[in-house]
């Protein structure tokens, strides 16, 4: 009987027994190089315009997220600050900095400043800022310690994974929406207080104090009505 296949078929079909082979190996080893620091540019600060420090603004000053990131309670976009936000205080103080002469040059021409975006989520990826704080997740669960950097930088890598566990366990994270913007937040401080408004409210005791922050967390989940089973649904995030 005649043969059928070519003698270099044998040969192609051993290559493909041995790229079969090491493919998911190939496959493996570059989703692990994208996932580190040097590729998602964990802990890199960004260069900007002009060197703002969040650790001069909001742990020196005390100034609170909100009066730079105006939008972050109604928008999906939490907003960067108009140079007039910036010149109500530099209008009358560091004047004649150098540093903010790209400010003044704003605020004189009108023209925006151009900030380089720190996270910069893909175009496929559906996010609210809003939807998240009034719920109760604090800005330091996906900014990290924002409030000590000099220059700001990318210190938690927002991978599709790390979303899920908290969309999948919101009670681990989750906090009474008044401490949404606190960096020395104590939990059994905040337990205590929930404890007691719930009892002013209801003219009755919690039946068993939350004794860590799941538990304090699965009270929030129901206080603030959201529905965990909905949270891992695939059109929450790519719509």
Known sequence: ??????????????????????????????????????????????????????????????????????????AGNAGLPPTHTCMSCHSQIWTNSPLLEPVRESYRSQTPLKWNKVWDLPDFVYFNHSIHVNKGIPCQHCHGNINQMQITYKSVHHSMAWCLDCHRAPEKYIRPREEVYSFDYNLHAAIERYADEHAKATGKKLEQIPRNQVEFGQLLVQDANINKKQLSDCWICHR
């Open 1 to 74: 009987m005649p043969q059928i296949f070519h003698s270099s078929t044998n040969t192609l079909a051993r290559a493909s027994i041995v790229l079969a082979a090491i493919a998911p190996l190939g496959l493996m080893m570059a989703l692990s190089a994208m996932s580190r620091t040097y590729f998602v540019r964990l802990n890199v600060p960004v260069q900007q315009p002009v060197p703002f420090s969040h650790e001069h603004h909001s742990n020196e000053l005390g100034i609170a997220c909100q009066y730079c990131h105006v939008s972050v309670e109604k």
